[in-house]
């Protein structure tokens, strides 16, 4: 039996905390195993608990939730993938939490399958985003000039730091980049391309290893930029 998933909750309301807490722990395969309230006391237990995931509040006093996952994300010491759970369906908050090093987006009023599934899915380093809300990144990152985007962004969302890396991709590395560019998950992937999910997940890898690119998102972002998709 795999070990379950350990997550930390960030949220300035302890009513929200206990209801993530009991919907995520009813899954049988997750822990919530910290609870933060503000983006200062997240760094603190992301550095001491090292989860595997982070549902992320956006506005929270002292330090807001996207400071925090920008301290979390650059840090080398910490490998959870942070997902940013908030009340507001803005793209502002979107962009920001993605160019912070947000592994993805969800709403609050997201049901409990979808809370569920959002943390298996940034555990296993799969893609989080919906495909309208992909379209949304695309729309602007793709537009926005290279250099600008490297000011912005963190490595999660930043381009590789060549651009000729493109070219060691294999054919089917970049079939499966052009999949993971219109937001299919590894079993999509797989079924598409008649092969097994571990091996998609080892194509995906070596795709995020050979771009520079330390996620789906950033991945995504790159092939639409570069004419792959």
Same mark, same amino acid.
């Given at each position: 039996m795999s070990a379950p998933i350990r997550v930390l909750l960030v949220d300035d309301h302890a009513v929200m905390r206990a209801g993530f807490r009991m919907i @995520? &722990?009813?899954?049988? *395969?997750?822990?919530?195993?910290? %609870? +933060?309230?503000?983006? !200062? &006391?997240?760094?603190a237990a992301a550095s001491a608990l090292q989860? *595997?995931?982070i549902c992320m509040d956006v506005q929270m006093p002292d330090m807001d939730g996207l400071e925090a996952t920008r301290r979390i994300v650059a840090d080398e010491d910490i490998a959870a993938a942070v997902v940013v759970v908030t009340t507001f369906d803005r793209d502002? #908050? @979107? $962009?920001? +939490? /993605?160019?912070?090093g947000a592994?993805? $987006?969800?709403?609050?009023?997201?049901?409990? %399958?979808?809370?569920?599934?959002?943390?298996?899915?940034?555990?296993?380093?799969?893609?989080?985003?919906?495909?309208?809300?992909?379209?949304?990144?695309?729309a602007r990152f793709a537009a926005s000039p290279?250099?600008? /985007?490297?000011?912005?962004?963190?490595?999660?969302?930043?381009?590789? +730091? *060549? !651009?000729?890396?493109?070219v060691?991709?294999?054919?089917?590395?970049? %079939?499966? @980049?052009?999949?993971?560019?219109?937001?299919?998950?590894?079993?999509?992937? +797989?079924?598409?391309? #008649?092969?097994? &999910?571990?091996?998609?997940?080892?194509?995906v890898s070596n795709v995020l290893q050979k771009l520079g690119a330390r996620d789906r998102v950033a991945a995504v972002v790159y092939a639409h930029r570069h004419g792959l998709a």
């Open positions: @995520l &722990e009813s899954a049988g *395969d997750i822990v919530v195993i910290g %609870e +933060a309230s503000n983006g !200062a &006391e997240a760094v989860p *595997d995931v502002d #908050y @979107l $962009f920001d +939490a /993605l160019a912070a592994s993805g $987006f969800l709403l609050k009023n997201a049901g409990p %399958e979808e809370l569920i599934s959002a943390v298996r899915v940034a555990a296993a380093g799969d893609a989080l985003l919906a495909p309208e809300v992909t379209r949304r990144v695309i290279v250099p600008a /985007l490297r000011q912005a962004a963190t490595p999660r969302v930043a381009e590789p +730091a *060549d !651009a000729r890396l493109v060691d991709l294999t054919e089917r590395e970049a %079939e499966v @980049l052009q999949l993971v560019a219109q937001a299919m998950s590894n079993a999509e992937i +797989a079924r598409r391309l #008649y092969i097994g &999910e571990a091996t998609v997940k080892t194509h």
